[in-house]
RNA sequence: GGUCCCUUCGUCUAUCGGUUAGGACACGUGGUUUUCAUCCAUGAAAGAGGGGUUCGAUUCCCCUAGGGACCGCCA
């Protein structure tokens, strides 16, 4: 026998909606741990809910993941297509006695489950059909897993440490259905032994059923992977994080221009920390991820620390790659940049993502450039007082043929002396016609940017329709 | 209600019994800046409560309180 056991992980999600932030992160544990002990993560599609499961869904984990890039090892496993198998073990239980045929019907069951909190006492189903010794013809019936009723059950537990229950909390779970159709636990079992993984790093929601699922592995005789249950991701409010949650799934973040390495950079020092060390590199993340330094409480969501995160990877992305990075975000999340404007952006990167968090941030700061709009609103901000030192300003700028800061410094300067005024009572009028916005970039940096012709254009648009409005 | 888990600044966290309890985000103040932002400097901010053990407890143990997860023929 080998016993120098090679290390497997899996990530299993349920197609059932879009990855949660919470997939997310215990698909990058996995993914890191395999990756830190140079062993192999899986990816198993839990998709035997036929009713919830779809395929949309299905492709977009796979996207998702791969934007993430947490790649697997191999091809997904699909969960559905081993379902003869699943249901194989569930015979072979039945066969050993380690499971029986539980005819009890919905309504029976209720009866019990109002009987108990009637008398206020916790509900477990009876196991009164563990007697019955002989097949009822004709009657439909569930297979029941043969719990444990007498003793406790450590589950040693590689981030919970040692975890002792009683084995009579664990009830008699059904692990096949009426319709012969395998259940969860049993399903992830076998699947989970046959996968041969070594390490199941999954929620603390997941805890009770390492119980369930460790019973089926002894009664098969087949060896017991590790367990690690990581504390869950919690809402602003401290509850677990449904996906009516706003900000809940990977899309959420993707949409407002989060960038995957930033997100993975949060996810990992969410619940698990390395000396003071913030910032991780891919390659610092595989070398130092290990699962003792996963924190036991659960932790609560922080959007302003993720976008500052962002804002650092945002900074630090050089901008040939950044200019491709938000092409493809305005082309799926806004409007598509018109090929001419490409290479102004990423000319102008350097002061444009500077003012940025997000990719939305750059998309916003640098859309005076691609789609200028002066509405009337921003017009009636501009101080009239000043329209003839702005006529004055064009017709000296047309004069030296160049918005270049040297020349446009020059020029502000004599006016700001002559006029007695100060550089804001031209420069945030300037900024209103040139951007749209009284918010925006430096002067000298928008001159920059659109150039000069552009720059004369949109000073002369704006005096034609003022003088038009006068007119009226 | 039962079972199990958790508890250090607002948030994420560091601390291998002895620290002025550290860092980051957020926040306050000051400065740089034509706006917004950035940037720089600086400040405020925490061991849930009560018992033990110990020369000494944030750290180990117990109790209480608070919070959470699970309690499906969902996964």
């Known amino acids: 026998m080998n016993n120098i056991q090679k290390i497997i992980t899996r990530f299993a999600p349920s197609p059932t909606g879009n990855l949660h932030i919470g997939g997310a992160r215990t698909a990058l544990f996995n993914w890191l741990f395999s990756k830190n002990q140079k062993g192999k993560f899986l990816l198993r599609i839990e998709d035997t809910d036929i009713q919830r499961s779809k395929n949309e869904y299905y492709d977009q984990i796979l996207s998702t993941l791969k934007w993430l890039e947490i790649n697997y090892d191999g091809e997904p496993y699909i969960q559905s297509k081993n379902i003869e198998s699943h249901i194989n073990i569930a015979n072979i239980l039945l066969k050993n006695e ?4 539980c005819y009890c019907t919905e ?10 909190l009637e008398k206020k006492i916790p509900y477990t189903y009876s196991r009164k059909c563990r007697n019955i010794f002989e097949d009822i013809k004709n009657k439909p019936f569930v297979i029941r ?5 007498e003793g406790k059950t450590i589950l040693k537990d590689l981030v919970q440490g040692n975890v002792e229950i ?31 993984i070594s390490h199941v790093i999954r929620g603390d929601d997941h805890k009770i059923n390492a119980f369930k699922q460790i019973q089926i592995f002894e009664c098969m005789k087949w060896n017991i992977p590790e367990y690690a249950h990581i504390p869950l991701i919690h809402s602003k409010e401290g509850k677990k994080l449904s996906k009516r949650d706003d900000a809940s799934t990977v899309e959420d973040y993707k949409k407002i221009g989060i960038l995957p ?16 060390k913030e910032i991780f590199t891919e390659e610092e993340s595989i070398e130092l991820f290990n699962l003792k330094n996963i924190g036991k409480s659960p932790s609560k969501l922080d959007f302003d620390r993720i976008k500052s995160i962002n804002e650092f990877y945002i900074k630090s992305t050089k901008d040939e790659n950044l200019i491709d990075k938000l092409i493809s975000y305005a082309e799926i999340y806004k409007t598509k940049i018109p090929v001419q404007f490409h290479e102004t952006i990423k000319k102008n990167l350097f002061f444009l993502k500077h003012k940025s968090k997000s990719l939305e941030d750059i998309y916003n700061n640098s859309k005076y450039i691609f789609s200028y709009v002066l509405v009337e609103n921003e017009i009636k901000k501009i101080d009239k007082s000043k329209l003839t030192i702005l006529k004055n300003i064009l017709f000296l700028i047309k004069k030296e043929k160049s918005v270049k800061k040297d020349f446009l410094q020059n020029i502000f300067d004599k006016i700001i002396e002559n006029e007695k ?18 918010y925006g970039p430096a002067i000298y940096d928008i001159a920059s940017s659109l150039g000069f012709n552009e720059f004369i254009n949109r000073l002369e648009l704006f005096f034609e329709k003022i003088d038009k409005n006068i007119k009226n």
């Open 145 to 149: 897993f043969k719990s444990k009723i």
């Open 421 to 438: 005024i100060k550089f804001k009572d031209i420069g945030q009028p300037l900024r209103i016609i040139l951007t749209g916005s009284e």
């Open 107 to 116: 309504q029976e069951l209720e009866e019990e489950k109002r009987l108990c």
């Open 261 to 276: 390495e930033a997100l993975r950079n949060y996810l990992l020092r969410l619940g698990w920390s390395y000396k003071d």
């Open 98 to 101: 380690h499971a029986y045929k």
């Open 166 to 196: 009683n084995n009579n909390t664990i009830e008699d779970f059904v692990i096949l259905r009426k319709d012969n159709k395998p259940t969860y636990n049993l399903s992830a079992a076998v699947d989970d032994y046959q996968m041969r």
